[in-house]
């Protein structure tokens, strides 16, 4: 596995770099009993409880993701919606807005005392500001299209006005055909497609080694085409924070702070669904758990393994699973090599159509059944 002990030092995700509708449409299907997820912002998984499972395990090697996914959950456990809006600077809202506000809810939780801390010293730091864009990654891909900006202006916002898809369908078809117009989404491309910015801006020397065929630029140009012609522009949030360089519009807000959903996550968590976070790899602790699990979301950690582990993991993730587990897989940009999967069934074609849907498209999504 690349060595990312670099990048597992500061806060990476804020809001998080996955669309969670994919799992959990499936948590929906098959009602997991015991999850077992990788953090991140701790808005990839807490949506999960919304379907009502026993538990939910949370692993990350960064504390600060463990934090975040903490202060996410005691808010989701105790404060309405609209509060948890305010909060975090979700659209209706700004992260500029509502200081007073975010600084007596902040006052009013129950935090561990480290996290207390963490998230103190950082407010104190942001003068109050709302934590969606605070991570590394949105950092990074807000940083690209505010700068974008300042050569082109507003012109391209207009891309957010449609609430018809023919209607954006016949707006891109022509413009897209005009080099003048295909400046800014082409300088998006330029840098969201470029491995040696990345690298050196948020990946700290971990960035995925890529073995899939066609250039950066090239895959990307295919995410974009294919997230144009599937939903509305400001129903996106990842089309939004890359050309507006924030989150503008509510209907694109991410599945977390969906009304139905976070209603629903809230109620499992004030009648007994239990999270556990911890800080630890998903390798060593599937060999360490006696815990068994019925659905894992394994975010694109595994584009990350070589030799042995990208071989070898789904054969120590058997250790903690239970018969029929559904394990789902992304890969982005590296399709794990050579992997043994024996006793796994792989299920993927059944949720093309799903995966079709996915708000970000920068995934290839792999299901698995533990046959057991």
């Excluded at 629903?264 to 007994?272: D, H, I, R, V």
């Excluded at 559904?326 to 949720?351: F, H, K, M, W």
Aim: aromatic share 14%.
């Amino acid at each position: 596995m690349t060595d990312g002990k670099n990048y597992f030092q500061s806060l990476n995700y804020s809001i998080a770099n996955e669309d969670v509708s994919f799992e959990l449409s499936i948590c929906r299907q098959h009602k997991p009993k015991k999850i077992l997820a990788i953090c991140g912002s701790g808005a990839r998984f807490l949506p999960l409880a919304s379907t009502q499972p026993q538990r939910i395990t949370a692993l990350d090697l960064a504390p600060q993701q463990l934090a975040l996914a903490e202060l996410r959950e005691v808010m989701m456990k105790k404060v309405p919606l609209d509060d948890y809006l305010k909060f975090f600077g979700y659209p209706p809202y700004d992260t500029d807005q509502h200081k007073e506000e975010r600084q007596t809810i902040f006052q009013s939780l129950a935090l561990q005392p480290a996290t207390r801390e963490y998230f103190l010293n950082l407010f104190i730091k942001l003068q109050w500001q709302g934590l969606l864009y605070q991570g590394r990654w949105e950092k990074t891909f807000i940083a690209i299209p505010k700068l974008l900006r300042k050569w082109v202006g507003t012109r391209y916002d207009a891309i957010f006005n449609f609430q018809d898809q023919k209607q954006q369908d016949e707006f891109f078809t022509k413009k897209l055909r005009d080099p003048l117009w295909k400046l800014l989404p082409g300088a998006v491309l330029f840098f969201i497609g470029n491995a040696t910015f990345f690298n050196a801006v948020l990946y700290r020397g971990s960035f995925v080694r890529k073995n899939i065929s066609g250039s950066y630029l090239d895959f990307y140009s295919g995410v974009f085409r294919r997230l144009f012609a599937n939903g509305l522009t400001r129903e996106n949030f990842f089309l939004q924070i890359c050309f507006l360089g924030k989150l503008k519009f509510p209907e694109g807000n991410p599945p977390e702070v969906h009304a139905a959903i976070y209603a629903a996550s809230q109620e499992a968590l004030q009648q007994g669904t239990q999270i556990d976070r911890i800080q630890n790899d998903v390798l060593n602790f599937a060999q360490e758990t006696s815990e068994r699990y019925d659905f894992v979301s394994l975010s694109n950690v595994p584009s990350y393994f070589s030799g042995p582990p990208e071989q070898n993991y789904l054969q120590v993730l058997a250790k903690c699973l239970n018969p029929n587990a559904l394990v789902v897989v992304r890969c982005y940009l590296r399709i794990p090599e050579n992997t043994d999967t024996q006793g796994y069934e792989d299920l993927s074609a059944q949720y093309q159509e799903l995966a079709a849907k996915e708000k970000m498209q920068v995934y290839r999504i792999i299901v698995y059944k533990f046959k057991g």
